[in-house]
């Protein structure tokens, strides 16, 4: 008997459906911060309100990750998406109409975190682990997480846009049609019923997180995401707060954010590229040590408009370039059956990095009066990131051969 | 190899043209403002 190929999606069809759906969902959310002012103001909230419900969102996207994943691994990536489409567009109008902290809580923190996990990387990269060639795999992962990035970069000038010349609910109105545009293209990621999936080695979602969370290599990568959660976010929330102890001006920090967004988008795409070709845990390794050079070079040298402008580049450059390589490895190592459910995981890992970068840095700047601690405490984690990265096993795992029906 | 050149000046183009929005005057304004806002 002669087994037929599976049927695939084409690859440009996948890149381009993805990334898309990427380019919108994480340019969305990326732009928040200059909703603060107009939203505070308007309905009479304190920051605290306003921060609070961003860090829940945060939460929840990454709780709701490996839920998302799970759901988009069994039934289909195409319903998550829409699902995930839907909630992005009900928590914006929502976010819109709330006159209460609670109800802002509910739709800007709930329901937009829940709506980013079924819309972001790792159920796209499921897609992506079972329709694209092994042997293109980490390169279509980088072209998708640049779009991304590019997303984030572009959202921002768009939305500020949006708001001095509509007004800033109309501002969450017209993003929240936006968001409801990624529907028809979850219908391109829509995959055929005989694809590599169906025929993979059969595991219940049980054995599958048994088997993971067993897996050294598996804990290695989980422990690794933690760290760069944890450089990015406390980088992102707490830089320009350092940049003003330092007496720098305000266009300083945010031209410094503007190269982040750039230059991310060539480190995610050289990081896919790089992945297809080099080891990927030598590739992860050595972001994590560039990261931590980049920090060291930063907080010893005299601090100038140039020294900053250089570190965000630098950083811009090592970004998001972990996500192509991190997701790359899951699906080399345990399959992509399920693929999006173990991102999920991963990335769960990273926002509880993103959660103790954010609230570390303020605790202590708090205590000490000061970022230095912090800084430090960024460099040994990248060390030991790296680290940690060099003894990951890619090849995949060796399981028992399955009982003949 | 053409239709690659288009793509990679096309991208870039599209990275240059955002980035000129981040550094005009007005957005520089805003963003500053945004961005010390939260601290």
């Known amino acids: ?405 | 190899m053409g239709r690659r050149i288009v793509w990679w000046t096309g991208a870039l183009a599209a990275c240059a043209l955002v980035f000129a929005a981040y550094l005009r005057p007005d957005m520089l304004f805003t963003l500053a403002t945004a961005v010390w806002n939260c601290f």
């Open chain 1, 1 to 405: 008997m002669s087994s037929k190929p599976a049927a695939r999606l084409s690859m440009t069809q996948v890149l381009v459906c993805g990334a898309a759906i990427v380019t919108v969902s994480m340019g969305i959310r990326h732009g928040f911060g200059l909703w603060l002012t107009p939203i505070t103001m308007d309905r009479g909230w304190t920051r605290e309100t306003f921060a609070f419900a961003l860090a829940i969102q945060n939460l929840f996207w990454g709780l709701a990750g490996p839920l998302a994943g799970g759901l988009a691994d069994r039934f289909g990536a195409v319903k998550v998406l829409i699902g995930g489409a839907v909630f992005y567009a009900g928590g914006l109008v929502l976010m819109a109409l709330a006159t209460s902290g609670l109800a802002f809580t509910g739709s800007a923190g709930m329901l937009l975190g829940i709506a980013q996990a079924g819309t972001t990387y790792a159920v796209i990269y499921g897609v992506i682990g079972r329709q694209v060639d092994p042997a293109k795999r980490s390169w279509a992962m980088g072209v998708t997480a640049a779009a991304g990035s590019f997303g984030q970069f572009l959202m921002v000038p768009v939305e500020n846009w949006l708001i001095g010349s509509w007004g800033w609910q109309n501002a969450l109105f017209v993003c929240a049609c936006l968001a409801l545009a990624m529907v028809p293209f979850a219908f391109g990621l829509k995959e055929p019923k005989a694809t590599e999936a169906s025929t993979a080695y059969p595991q219940s979602i049980g054995a599958a997180l048994r088997e993971a969370f067993a897996y050294p290599s598996f804990q290695l990568l989980t422990a690794g995401y933690f760290v760069c959660g944890f450089q990015l976010v406390f980088i992102g929330v707490h830089m320009p707060s350092y940049l003003k102890d330092s007496g720098l001006s305000p266009d300083v920090a945010t031209t410094a954010l503007a190269l982040i967004g750039l230059f991310n988008i060539f480190g995610t795409y050289v990081a896919g590229v790089v992945g297809q070709h080099w080891p990927k845990r030598y590739l992860l390794s050595s972001i994590y040590l560039l990261r931590a050079l980049a920090i060291v070079a930063f907080v010893t040298l005299p601090l100038t408009p140039w020294s900053v402008y250089c570190f965000a580049s630098a950083m811009g450059l090592l970004w998001l370039s972990t996500v192509p390589p991190t997701n790359a490895v899951v699906a080399q190592i345990f399959g992509v059956r399920h693929m999006s459910m173990l991102s999920g995981f991963v990335f769960l890992s990273h926002q509880l990095g993103s959660f103790a970068g954010a609230w570390l840095g303020g605790w202590l700047y708090d205590r000490t009066g000061g970022y230095t601690v912090v800084w430090w405490i960024a460099v040994a984690l990248g060390v030991f990131a790296a680290l940690i990265n060099l003894p990951v096993r890619e090849t995949p795992i060796v399981r028992a051969a399955p009982a003949p029906a």
